[in-house]
């Protein structure tokens, strides 16, 4: 079965992790796509596994210019994108936010935030216009619950959660749907990019438990991007079996 034959994905970040689990999953349920991100030979290489037909696109979500360029410039068969997997993202450091680098808070804004809106305002008129869409937005649950050194990240995600609601609530009426999904623990390059290479320190953020992994995520976004037209799912959030909520953190003198 091909629920999504005839249907058009833009994936942001399906270079790795996630984006590309989804590509995959979107692509198995039939859709073609348009393949997103800055590593050029990894969405070259995900393109060749793909069964249906894909379009390569080299992109960095925080150029604002380069977004409404590429965007607006979609070879004809991938200019009228019904779904947008709203995924490029990432976490930078764990410092407290009164040591934290910055460039670290600015590069999660810019990525997280700024490219996340520069991407879902560029395709949203077309799906209005053709009444048809659905925007899929990866939150976190580090959105909702807060954690040492998780400052600006968390902070990031919690935009896209209130961006995702704030969504709904201008497209209602329409047939465009918005999903914002919230993931805990998934084991992909997240850890490594946040840690800065350190395989290592990376490795062990998921030792002794069982993460989620991207394909539980694409699982979800499928589903979402599956039901019937008047069903919009608003929220998913979904942790490891393993992953629980922390107790808050006391200082006793
Ligand atoms: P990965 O590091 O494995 O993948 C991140 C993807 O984002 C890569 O494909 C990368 O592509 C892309 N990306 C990063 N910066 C940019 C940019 N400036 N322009 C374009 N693409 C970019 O991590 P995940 O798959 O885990 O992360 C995907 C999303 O899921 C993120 O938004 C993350 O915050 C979120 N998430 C992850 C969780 C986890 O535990 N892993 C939990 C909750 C949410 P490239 O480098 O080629 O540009
Ligand atoms: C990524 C998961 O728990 O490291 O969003 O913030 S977490």
Redo the contacts with the bound molecule.
């Keep these: 079965m091909e629920p999504l034959k005839g249907w058009t994905a833009l994936i942001?970040?399906?270079?790795?992790?996630?984006?590309?689990a989804c590509a995959l999953a979107l692509s198995g349920a039939g859709a073609q796509l348009v393949l997103?991100?800055?590593?050029r030979d990894?969405l070259e290489a995900l393109a060749a596994k793909l069964r249906t037909p894909s379009h390569v696109l080299e992109?960095?979500?925080?150029s604002r210019s380069e977004v409404e360029a590429a965007l607006g410039a979609l070879p004809a068969p991938f200019a009228e994108v019904d779904i947008l997997v709203n995924?490029?993202?990432?976490?930078l450091g764990l410092e407290p936010a009164q040591s934290a680098s910055l460039d670290d808070w600015e590069a999660m804004i810019d990525?997280?935030c700024k490219?996340l809106v520069y991407v879902a305002r560029v395709l949203l008129p077309g799906m209005v216009q053709r009444n048809r869409g659905h925007v899929v937005n990866?939150?976190?649950?580090?959105g909702t619950f807060p954690y040492p050194g998780g400052n600006v990240y968390g902070a990031t995600?919690a935009f896209v959660h209130q961006f995702s609601h704030n969504l709904k609530a201008d497209l209602v009426g329409t047939r465009v749907r918005v999903t914002d999904v919230?993931?805990?623990?998934?084991e992909?390059?997240?850890s490594l990019?946040r840690f800065r290479g350190d395989a290592e320190r990376a490795r062990k953020v998921y030792e002794g438990m069982q993460p989620l992994s991207?394909a539980d995520i694409a699982d979800i976004v499928l589903f979402s991007v599956t039901r019937p037209a008047h069903v919009n799912i608003n929220v998913v959030e979904v942790m490891p079996a393993d992953q629980g909520f922390g107790p808050f953190n006391v200082k006793r003198h």
Aim: charged share 20%; proline share 5%.
């Design positions: 942001t970040g399906a270079s790795a992790g996630i984006g590309e997103a991100g800055r590593r990894r992109l960095d979500v925080r995924n490029a993202g990432l976490g990525t997280n490219g990866l939150g976190s649950v580090a995600k919230q993931p805990g623990m998934v992909t390059d997240f990019v991207p």
